[in-house]
């Protein structure tokens, strides 16, 4: 049963005790909540609903801790919405299509009851957060999930030992390195996350209209003054090289484990797998610059966050909140990175000397100047895996400029298609 506002607020403001701790009255109620995290996270997981517990000990909770990417967060959960946790982590970009299905609360309508447990407004939430994840966790004008971390991008390691700081630089020197180290650079292009970061970079974009079709300019020229086709001719140009390596979506850590790379393409995710084959070359920066024309253009890269949301049907959906942000919280995000070194949001925790000082971390702060909140639709997907993995096999030619015309109208006309 969904609670309405007016009840949760008087049952939970009922039970607050006025103390410091903003304890919660013993309650003989035990509260069930369902948390789905990562499969990675879950150790992590149950300590800090351990510590949630402590921190209300007056409280008797049955907090069952599931395993669920957040990257299916959304296909998981909008097979039943009902059915699904009261709270789950998922990427940035499926907020649209789990808000327009009822999948999210809208935090603020619970704002009271939240002061009145947790001891803070959400307004103290979001200012305890960069602007841009608040941003990104807000649809007309509400907050709809809680930030937890800030590093859901890619950006560039290499092994220092083998390319310079200055070759890192540009896809023209990265490459010319590689081939004389006997190396390669690697990098998946069959996926529109990935390869997305080419037409942000020379100003193309996309975006996600209200129906929930998406607009993309990619075949056309874009406020920068470059065309579509340049940009799909310097694909290209780097995919042919003989020392550039298309990796298959998913298996970018099982390449570079293998040891035939000085340089790879990736996000946080990764660093443990560069730094144990790097050694004491590990290092990250920024995405290379590459060639359009006779310009060297900055790559971009399509940005993300990782938020932890409240399913609208929770039966204890104001305890359900309180929880999702004890796990974004200052504290949980520090013990985040420090567990798996994945980036936060709070403007205290990014702050910190030992986020600093980790490359990783650094380069995606340092690519994030050229990120880009990639809002697409579902039909956005296919399309753009299909086009990638053309041009990673080489199946346009760079010079036939009217191929490539030929295949960004088909990417373009399947990406906008209308929705079914």
Excluded: H
């Excluded at 499969?39 to 007056?58: A, I, R």
């Excluded at 995606?364 to 579902?378: A, H, L, T």
């Amino acid at each position: 049963m969904k609670f309405s506002k007016k009840v949760l607020v008087s049952v939970l403001a009922a039970a607050v005790a006025v103390s410091p701790a903003m304890c919660v009255n013993a309650a003989e109620e035990e509260i069930d909540l369902t948390l789905w995290g990562a499969e990675e996270d879950q150790d992590l997981l149950k300590e800090l609903v351990g510590k949630f517990e402590e921190t209300y000990p007056d409280q008797k909770f049955n907090i069952e801790i599931g395993v669920e990417s957040e990257s299916t967060a959304k296909d998981t959960i909008l097979t039943d919405v009902e059915a699904a946790a009261d709270v789950y982590a998922f990427a940035s970009d499926q907020i649209y299509d789990l808000q327009k299905a009822g999948a999210l609360a809208d935090l603020t309508e619970y704002d009271e009851a939240f002061q009145a447990v947790a001891g803070k407004s959400i307004e103290d939430v979001k200012n305890a957060n960069s602007e841009s994840s608040v941003e990104a966790a807000t649809i007309d004008g509400e907050l709809y999930a809680f930030p937890m971390a800030g590093d859901n991008s890619y950006f560039l390691f290499y092994d220092s030992s083998v390319i310079s700081p200055e070759e890192a630089g540009s896809w023209d020197t990265l490459l010319a390195a590689a081939e004389k180290a006997g190396k390669q650079v690697g990098m998946t292009l069959a996926s529109g996350w990935y390869n997305a970061g080419f037409f942000y970079g020379a100003g193309f974009t996309t975006d996600l209209n209200d129906d929930g079709t998406t607009s993309m300019d990619w075949n056309g020229t874009s406020a920068d003054g470059y065309t579509g086709v340049q940009v799909v001719q310097s694909m290209l140009d780097i995919a042919g090289n003989a020392s550039f390596m298309a990796i298959a979506d998913g298996d970018t850590s099982n390449q570079i484990a293998a040891g035939g790379l000085c340089a790879v393409v990736s996000g946080t995710w990764d660093a443990q797998a560069a730094q144990e084959a790097f050694g004491d070359g590990y290092a990250a920066a920024k995405l290379p610059t590459f060639t359009v024309g006779e310009d060297q253009v900055q790559m971009g890269s399509a940005f993300g966050y990782k938020f932890v949301g409240v399913n609208a049907y929770s039966e204890n959906i104001g305890w359900a909140a309180v929880l999702a942000e004890f796990l974004t919280n200052e504290e949980a995000q520090i013990e985040r990175f420090e567990a798996r070194q994945i980036g936060p949001t709070n403007k205290v925790a990014v702050e910190s000397d030992a986020v600093k000082a980790n490359a990783a971390i650094s380069a995606v702060i340092e690519q994030s100047e050229f990120g880009v909140i990639q809002r697409v639709g579902g039909k956005y997907w296919d399309p753009s895996k299909t086009f990638g993995e053309n041009i990673a096999q080489g199946k346009i030619a760079a010079d036939d400029e009217a191929g490539i015309q030929a295949a960004l109208d088909n990417l373009v006309e399947g990406v906008t298609a209308p929705v079914e």
